[in-house]
């Protein structure tokens, strides 16, 4: 069994997004302010779709076929050396990769990624095979449960939730190490989540579960 959770930290993408709005003359902090502002106004919530999102870091905590648990967090200042190195520990070790409603937003944020840096993806990250959304693995309607409501229900570690805004603003001001810390403890929330999970449907007994957390 080897498994990989993982968790993405995205800012806007201030080039792309300066172009479409015709913002040019901006810093980076007003090219940001300007594209939630126009998000708002036209969605009635800041979150920027998916195309306009840059990836700054990916945490991930991977079950290698040994059951030992590796962490790794990529934020090199090069996006396409990050996702180079993420799909190519993906297609070593071919884990299931377990995301809280990747399906959509990772994904499609990844697939944006890929194609603007002309990257190859893993062919083991592109068969939807091999993923497991958490959401939808446990909410039966459309709605998204936020993450951090469920890793408090069991009781795990939780740093303050993050919106999109809150995130650029910490790039902007240099608090990546705080950034990097909040993605990491996502990815280890989604993998005790899931090993939770795991328990509880059978797939594994309560002696491997108690392992693997501890592990």
């Given at each position: 069994?080897?498994?990989?959770?993982?968790?993405?930290?995205?800012?806007?993408?201030?080039?792309?997004?300066?172009?479409?709005?015709?913002?040019?003359?901006?810093?980076?902090?007003?090219?940001?302010?300007?594209?939630?502002?126009?998000?708002?106004?036209?969605?009635?919530?800041?979150?920027?779709?998916?195309?306009?999102?840059?990836?700054?870091?990916?945490?991930?905590?991977?079950?290698?076929?040994?059951?030992?648990?590796?962490?790794?967090?990529?934020?090199?200042?090069?996006?396409?050396?990050?996702?180079?190195?993420?799909?190519?520990?993906?297609?070593?070790?071919?884990?299931?990769?377990?995301?809280?409603?990747?399906?959509?937003?990772?994904?499609?944020?990844?697939?944006?990624?890929?194609?603007?840096?002309?990257?190859?993806?893993?062919?083991?990250?592109?068969?939807?095979?091999?993923?497991?959304?958490?959401?939808?693995?446990?909410?039966?309607?459309?709605?998204?449960?936020?993450?951090?409501?469920?890793?408090?229900?069991?009781?795990?570690?939780?740093?303050?939730?993050?919106?999109?805004?809150?995130?650029?603003?910490?790039?902007?001001?240099?608090e990546q190490d705080d950034l990097y810390g909040y993605c990491e403890s996502n990815a280890l929330n989604i993998y005790q989540i899931y090993l939770r999970y795991q328990?509880?449907?059978?797939?594994?007994?309560?002696?491997?579960?108690?392992?693997?957390?501890?592990?």
């Amino acid at each position: 069994m080897s498994i990989l959770a993982y968790s993405l930290i995205t800012i806007p993408d201030f080039s792309t997004g300066s172009k479409l709005h015709d913002l040019q003359g901006l810093d980076d902090k007003g090219t940001a302010k300007a594209l939630f502002h126009l998000q708002a106004q036209q969605s009635g919530d800041e979150c920027l779709p998916s195309y306009l999102q840059q990836i700054v870091a990916i945490s991930m905590v991977l079950l290698d076929h040994d059951e030992k648990v590796q962490t790794v967090t990529l934020k090199d200042d090069q996006e396409v050396d990050s996702l180079n190195t993420f799909f190519d520990i993906i297609e070593s070790y071919k884990p299931t990769i377990v995301t809280w409603d990747g399906e959509y937003f990772n994904a499609e944020v990844i697939g944006y990624r890929s194609i603007k840096h002309a990257i190859q993806m893993s062919p083991h990250y592109e068969n939807k095979d091999n993923h497991f959304n958490l959401n939808d693995a446990m909410v039966s309607s459309s709605a998204v449960t936020p993450l951090d409501d469920i890793a408090t229900l069991l009781g795990l570690d939780v740093q303050e939730n993050k919106n999109s805004r809150e995130i650029c603003e910490s790039y902007l001001a240099s608090e990546q190490d705080d950034l990097y810390g909040y993605c990491e403890s996502n990815a280890l929330n989604i993998y005790q989540i899931y090993l939770r999970y795991q328990l509880s449907h059978g797939e594994i007994n309560e002696e491997n579960y108690l392992r693997l957390i501890k592990e």
